[in-house]
């Protein structure tokens, strides 16, 4: 439920276009006039007058027209022309452009397609190459017709009949488990083979339709033989000399790919099942290869695609329809994912892997019964010998809240499953590590902290001992990263032969590898073990050495953005970071490292290196003091929450901002903000270099006011310390090396994304006002992005974009820019670009730099760091800014800026302007500096806004109720800036 807040509006004579004060401090005409003032009420009046010649009252809105019966015909040659379009290769925008043009409603469209589609269902024709492309439609997500043209295309090409799309989640079959078990005496079962062991013949020089060279042949039914025996390199010898052989032989492409996808290089099973495709593009069994393997990179929507071809083509290959459901699960269409599942297991009601994926979508929608019910299936289907369902089954129990169950239910899996099982050692290995998890998750979950870490470390050291020898790997080192943090939480002495043991065990398993591809995801997979490193180097007081392992683990992270730079450097050392204060004496850096159990500061003034470390999770919990992996979880729950809410009213009374200034004091305490300005006396500029979730925080706002009150009273006009940030030390060093202009910028590049009409407003205000400080190249607002890559290359200087952004924990480089047009400029975009020419990036976005509530385990690359280090600095935001307070702060800082003051001053100085701003001094700042600005710049309405600004600067400096009220006093307004670069 959303909380509506009772807002006091000005009469219908008075009432404002537009508002650009928080409202709950608004400032409003009113009529202050009395009987003992006759004069004043004549003004008054004339002045009301005038007012309502100009603003003509507006006449109450016609009813809207009636709705124009159409036939079924007119309605059929509508969406006969969409489909034309998605055939033709529409954009989403197109659709979305077509769909509006066609004035038919959502509802419209739904009532009619399910009459369509019932029609189509019972004709003789099969229809195919409709259904084809309704799917198509389905898969742009364009709202409701895309989802009901969908599910008709897909039920057309597996000649079922319709099922109405439910309206959500919640209308989906509480008792899906029971159903279809009652429906598996109907069904008629299919064997179930595996993956890869698809379209096999005895005659496979029948099946291809062509005579099969026979050593080729030979060849690939060794490289079966040697797959099956575990041999996967010899197996993928053997394909190579078929292929080599008969380079058309797509089964064996087919193979090939399915092979080195067990190994981990996805990248080169894509390319192997594409050449199968190339060779025959109907061979549905490499088309459901294609989809795992891009389901394995995170390349879900193309995954989705290349199940669905697969489905075209043979629509009772319940492989693929697995493989979708499991796809669309992992992106949260729960619904669909279900749909998937169940048409899989209408095909074959013995799969147990579909059995398994519909448990664990059931789990995603907390429907725990109905999970726990489907991995029972799974179970009972294998006569208990299938561990991963035994695995998810205990989840299921823990998030249900079911501790104890999970436990017995991990315990129950590793009596019943059977030694004589090839993976009976990893099997229990990872039953054990799962127990060693949840009695870990429960302990700080609770005050048996002690009791419940110590059955967690019996746990995974009972994993250990099951897969060290021989060695299964990567199990082995997701336990080994487990069982070191739960001992670095407990003291445990063994804790650095552990970690001894474990990185000797990565590195040698790094070592063996030769594909950039996996050693990249070992790597990134086992970060937990570098940052413990950096832990144990800081206990036993070799900070040098643990700052130098820092600063390279975040190179790692952060070189594949520059992995074609020919001026590639190696992660510097100590003394090259110290260097970078050798003529900045009054200026320090504050350097973060977070592992799974403690954070470390490392504090490096021009004179001194010193550390601070805290736990993350305390022994000894303190509700009035969390510790920071709870004050994180609940921030980034919160703020999510706050974006889901719709009305301003409710997003002003949000718990998220409510409680923002108190939650901000206490992130201060828990990261000992107090105790690292003991060491910053006489430091005027602070450089922070973040790592992990600490990127999404507003750091900068701690070592200020109101959060950091001074040890002495500020002298008056005294400004608050300047602070810039950096993604590693490494970035200030090339920026160095690179000489990015230092010029003082004489253009701007002007790129707006308006989002709704009160939106359009204010970015047409900040930028009129902008636009007057320096020459500026504004593109069409529906400029496309050929069009604004092609402005950056041609332009210098400021590039400042207002908009809206996102980031892509998972997948970094597909962080981005959303541009008028529908189109984003990606991270991959902007690396392809030089902005050596740039001296500042403004980007004036929402969300540059927050992500979901999930932890980063690894470093954060945001889409800030895609323009350094050519550029000098740029400027983001790390939440959704109220469009108000951010043009006010944007404007101010560009007056500053053009003033000669240095980004990261001109930055503090603004938000320190907007903070402590009254709404006297706001309305003297619109009519001595904002008002002037506007009068030279070209806008829509513009006397309409010059008056609306003449009007609120006059009542802003009237009004003595409110006179001295500070309306963006809030952290919320201003925290969220922040400016990365070397300050």
């Known amino acids: 439920m959303f909380l509506h807040k009772s807002i006091p509006q000005p009469s219908s004579a008075t009432k404002p276009r537009f508002n650009l004060h928080p409202t709950q401090k608004s400032a409003t005409i009113t009529n202050n006039t009395s009987s003992t003032q006759p004069m004043i009420r004549k003004i008054w009046q004339t002045i009301l007058n005038l007012w309502r010649k100009i603003f003509p009252q507006p006449k109450p809105p016609a009813p809207p027209p009636p709705t124009p019966i159409r036939s079924f015909g007119e309605y059929e040659q509508k969406f006969m022309a969409l489909l034309e379009g998605v055939e033709q290769g529409w954009s989403r925008g197109d659709i979305k452009g077509f769909l509006i043009s066609s004035k038919i409603k959502d509802a419209e469209w739904k009532k009619w397609l399910q009459e369509f589609g019932e029609r189509l269902l019972v004709s003789p024709e099969t229809n195919l190459e409709l259904g084809r492309r309704m799917v198509r439609l389905g898969a742009a997500n364009c709202g409701r017709i895309s989802e009901v043209a969908g599910n008709i295309g897909r039920q057309l090409l597996a000649g079922e009949s319709l099922n109405r799309t439910p309206p959500d989640d919640s209308s989906i079959s509480e008792n899906i488990v029971t159903e279809l078990v009652a429906r598996e005496s109907l069904s008629v079962s299919t064997d179930n083979l595996s993956v890869v062991n698809q379209g096999d013949s005895t005659s496979q020089s029948e099946s291809i339709g062509r005579e099969i060279n026979k050593e080729a042949e030979e060849l690939f039914n060794q490289g079966k033989e040697r797959y099956y025996a575990g041999d996967l390199q010899g197996a993928i010898a053997a394909y190579d000399k078929a292929l080599e052989i008969d380079p058309k032989y797509h089964w064996a492409w087919h193979w090939l790919g399915a092979t080195l996808r067990d190994l981990d290089r996805d990248s080169e099973a894509i390319a192997a099942y594409e050449k199968a495709l190339e060779i025959d593009p109907k061979y549905h069994h490499a088309w459901n290869g294609l989809g795992n393997a891009l389901n394995d990179l995170g390349r879900y929507s193309e995954a989705i695609a290349a199940y669905e071809k697969a489905l075209e083509i043979d629509p009772k290959y319940h492989f693929a329809w697995k493989g979708l459901g499991a796809t669309l699960g992992g992106v949260g269409r729960y619904r669909e994912a279900i749909a998937a599942f169940e048409k899989a297991l209408e095909i074959d009601p013995k799969s147990h892997y579909a059995w398994n994926g519909l448990g664990v979508t059931l789990n995603y929608l907390g429907r725990y019964s109905e999970a726990i019910a489907a991995y029972d299936k799974a179970l009972e289907i294998t006569g208990d010998q299938f561990w991963i369902a035994w695995v998810n089954r205990g989840f299921a129990f823990v998030n249900s809240g079911r501790y104890i169950e999970a436990i017995q239910n991990w315990d129950e899996g590793l009596k019943k499953y059977q030694p004589s099982n090839h993976d009976y050692r990893k099997a229990c290995g990872k039953l054990h590590q799962q127990k060693g998890k949840a009695h870990y998750k429960h302990g700080k979950q609770t005050a048996t902290y002690f009791e419940s870490f110590h059955k967690a470390k019996a746990s995974y050291e009972q994993a250990r001992e099951f897969l060290k020898s021989p060695l299964i790997p990567e199990a082995y080192l997701e336990v080994m990263q487990g069982l070191i943090t739960v001992c670095r939480s407990l003291g445990e002495p063994k804790t650095s032969d552990y970690l001894t043991e474990a990185t000797n065990a990565l590195e040698n398993l790094l070592l063996d590898q030769t594909h950039p591809e996996i050693k990249l995801r070992l790597q990134r997979k086992f970060a937990g073990l570098y940052q413990l490193e950096v832990d144990t180097l800081v206990k036993s007081g070799n900070q040098i050495n643990a700052l130098e392992k820092a600063e390279a683990r975040k190179n790692f992270c952060l070189q594949w953005m520059r992995a074609a730079s020919p001026n590639r450097t190696d992660s510097p050392t100590y003394l090259q970071i110290r260097d970078l204060l050798a003529n900045n004496t009054a200026t320090a850096i504050i350097y973060w490292h977070l ?312 930055l503090q100085q603004a938000k320190d302007w907007l903070r402590q701003l009254t709404n006297a001094q706001l309305g003297e700042w619109y009519a001595s500096e904002l008002l002037p600005l506007l009068e030279k710049a070209e806008l829509e309405d513009k006397i309409d806004i010059l008056f609306f600004f003449e009007m609120e600067a006059s009542e802003l400096q009237e009004n003595l109720a409110t006179i001295d009220e500070r309306p963006y006093e809030h952290p919320y307004h201003w925290a969220a800036f922040t400016i990365t670069g070397n300050g």
Not at 717 to 734: C, D, F, H
Not at 890 to 900: E, M, N, R, S, V
Request: net charge negative.
């Open 595 to 906: 592992s799974p159990v403690s954070l470390t500061a490392f504090i490096i003034t021009p004179d001194n290196f010193q550390t601070i470390s805290t736990p993350i999770t305390d022994l000894f919990p303190n509700s009035k003091n969390p510790n920071l992996e709870n004050w994180l979880k609940d921030w980034k729950t919160n703020y999510q929450n706050y974006c889901k809410t719709s009305k301003e009213q409710s997003k002003e009374s949000h718990p998220w901002r409510q409680s923002m200034t108190a939650q901000l004091q206490k992130l201060a305490d828990i990261l000992k903000i107090p105790e690292i300005c003991t060491h910053l006396t006489n430091i005027q500029h602070l450089i922070l270099i973040p790592h992990r979730d600490l990127h999404l925080l507003p750091l900068d706002a701690l070592f200020q006011p109101p959060f950091l009150v001074p040890q002495q009273p500020a002298e008056r006009g005294e400004q608050n310390r300047t602070i810039s940030r950096l993604p590693s030390a490494q970035i200030a060093i090339l920026q160095q090396q690179q000489q990015p202009t230092e010029t003082v910028p004489n253009s701007l590049l002007m790129v707006e994304h308006s989002q709704g009409k009160s939106a359009l407003k204010y970015t047409e205000i900040e930028a009129a006002a902008i636009s007057q400080f320096y020459p500026t190249q504004r593109p069409s607002n529906a400029a496309t992005k050929t069009a604004i890559i092609q402005a950056l290359k041609t332009n210098q200087g400021i590039f400042h974009y207002t908009g809206h952004a996102y980031h892509n924990t998972e997948k970094s480089e597909a962080s981005a820019l959303i541009l008028t047009s529908g189109e984003e400029l990606t991270l991959t975009d902007i690396l392809q670009l030089n902005f050596v020419n740039y001296y500042l990036i403004c980007l004036s976005a929402c969300e540059t730099g927050f992500t979901k509530t999930g932890e980063l385990i690894d470093e954060f690359v945001g889409i800030a760091s895609g323009f350094l280090p050519e550029t000098n600095y740029v400027i983001s935001t790390l939440w959704r800014v109220d469009e108000r307070s951010s043009a006010l702060l944007t404007i101010y800082f560009y007056q500053l800026l053009q003033q000669g003051i240095q980004p990261p001053a001109a």
